[in-house]
């Protein structure tokens, strides 16, 4: 089923014109408000690892490149050269795999406020505008 989903994504990513132009500031929101299931404005590392287990497709071998690009175009309204240079940028392993090692990695260098294994809105925002590829709009993330 999530093949099946993932096809559908990645072809509406490439079908479909995308006219949302987001901001790095408005996907880390989103994303938050995704992840942040109990409301408390701040999202816990069992939310995110919920959130990306169930929305995108993690398991215990990783998300793919591929994987990653069809959700995160179809959802964040980037470009998918822009969305696989992003993807890059999160896998610190160079293994072409988003796995634990590689967020705990960056959960390490961003949970800064305090170092508490909790991720504040301030530490995701840092961590997105720091990795993405486009962080400051230049791109228009997508937009043609």
Known sequence: MFRFLSVVLFIRAYVCENTM?????????????EADKNL?????????MNELTVSWGLTSAGLTYHDFIAFW?????DTHSTAHAFVANIDVDKNDLINEADIAAHLQQFDINPHDGQIQKE????????????????????CH
């Open 21 to 33: 132009c987001w901001t790095v500031d408005h996907i880390s929101n989103q994303i938050m408000m």
């Open 40 to 48: 408390d404005g701040i999202m816990q590392m069992s939310e995110l």
């Open 73 to 77: 175009t179809a959802q964040y309204h």
């Open 123 to 142: 530490e995701f925002n840092a961590f997105l505008h720091a990795v993405h590829p486009d962080p400051h709009n230049h791109g228009a993330h997508g």
